[in-house]
């Protein structure tokens, strides 16, 4: 058992984090790792979105006994506007863009665009040498209780695998809202997600009003 601490992203730890990212999801993400996405391609995107979430101020990380961090959840107000430099990111991500921009446009349509309503789970991962001791429980865990300390009303998230969905809906009582099937999307009427090894993208939901 690693000696593990968790603490707010800040721009102390943007290096260590970006990293994380990179590691996490370029390789075990089921979206990021099908589309042929380099290495410093990802890596430029992780980079402009951690900046901007260490400016909301609303993200987790986890960090081991050597000051590195292992594991974080990237959280923001759904509500809000791009990273800087999002349109130098590579076009190789339209896909991913796309196909979470569809279920996010499906949530809000019938519901207030305003600030400070919606609380933002988009990115959560731990290295996979660090898994199997609750990390990610306990970043869902930390994010929820600061979401009600800053009066969200709702809590949003896509979750793109089997197992970031069984774990916001067994242990924290998200609710399925949307999906989309991936064999069925289509990127500029390619099947871009065909042979991905997952079902569904999911939109959940948990309320904390």
């Known amino acids: 058992m690693q000696n593990l601490t968790y603490t707010l992203l800040t721009e102390d730890d943007l290096t260590s984090a970006v990293k994380c990212v990179v590691e996490t999801f370029l390789y075990d993400e089921p979206m990021t790792k099908n589309l042929g996405i380099t290495a410093k391609e990802f890596e430029y995107f992780a980079k402009i ?29 759904l509500i809000t506007n791009p990273p800087s430099g999002i349109e130098n990111v590579t076009t190789k991500m339209e896909p991913i863009f796309n196909i979470l921009e569809k279920l996010d446009k499906l949530y809000l349509k019938c519901r207030a665009k305003e600030r400070n309503i919606f ?7 731990v290295l ?3 898994r199997g001791q609750g990390i990610a429980q306990k970043l869902v865990a930390n994010s929820i209780k600061l979401a009600k300390s800053k009066s969200f009303s709702k809590i949003v998230t896509e979750a793109t ?15 399925e809202l949307h999906k989309t099937d991936y064999k069925k ?10 042979n ?14």
Request: charged share 30%.
């Open 49 to 77: 979105i951690c900046e901007k979430m260490i400016e909301e101020k609303l993200s987790y990380i986890c960090k081991d006994g050597s000051n590195r961090v292992v594991g974080f959840c990237l959280n923001e107000d």
């Open 119 to 125: 609380f933002h789970m988009f990115m959560l991962g």
């Open 128 to 130: 996979r040498e660090s």
């Open 161 to 175: 695998n089997i197992n970031s969905q069984t774990l916001f809906t067994k242990k924290f009582n998200f609710k």
């Open 185 to 194: 999307f289509e990127n500029n009427r390619l099947k871009v997600f065909q």
């Open 196 to 209: 991905i090894g997952e079902k569904y993208c999911k939109l959940l939901e948990l309320n904390i009003s």
